[in-house]
């Protein structure tokens, strides 16, 4: 099972950027999905959650507004739309597979993890 993230990159502070996260292998399509981030120096934290059929989103405090988590189940991807960036939004992001069909915000119920895409946001 392998998730590749990607769409990371520099960014000046309140543009926007796209991540994707691709699942080869099997399909997620009947797992809820998150986004999970991790700054320099700081603990990993999450980020956004969707459901399985993409009826139900959660999203962390700090992005909320600004980032929208959808997906596409016929192509097994995730997407991240992340708009008015800020320089704290500086980190390596995550997707993740959880192991229920519903959307959480905890790392816990996630089995399957991709590795990180790097988002730099300048100020």
């Known amino acids: 099972v392998q998730l590749q993230a990607s769409g990371g990159g520099l960014v000046q502070t309140g543009g926007s950027l796209r991540l994707s996260c691709a699942a080869s292998?099997?399909?997620?399509?009947?797992?809820?999905m998150g986004w999970f981030r991790r700054a320099p120096g700081k603990e990993r934290e999450f980020v956004a959650a969707?459901?399985?059929?993409?009826?139900?989103?959660k999203y962390a405090d700090s992005v909320k507004g600004r980032f929208t988590v959808s997906r596409d189940n016929a192509k097994n991807t995730v997407f991240l739309q992340m708009n008015s960036l800020k320089p704290e939004d500086t980190a390596d992001y995550y997707c993740?597979?959880?192991?229920?069909?519903?959307?959480?915000?905890?790392?816990?119920?996630?089995?399957?993890w991709g590795q990180g895409t790097l988002v730099t946001v300048s100020s």
């Open positions: 969707i459901s399985w059929r993409g009826g139900t989103t």
């Open positions: 993740a597979a959880g192991r229920w069909p519903y959307s959480s915000n905890r790392s816990d119920d996630y089995t399957y």
């Open positions: 292998r099997r399909t997620f399509s009947n797992n809820g």
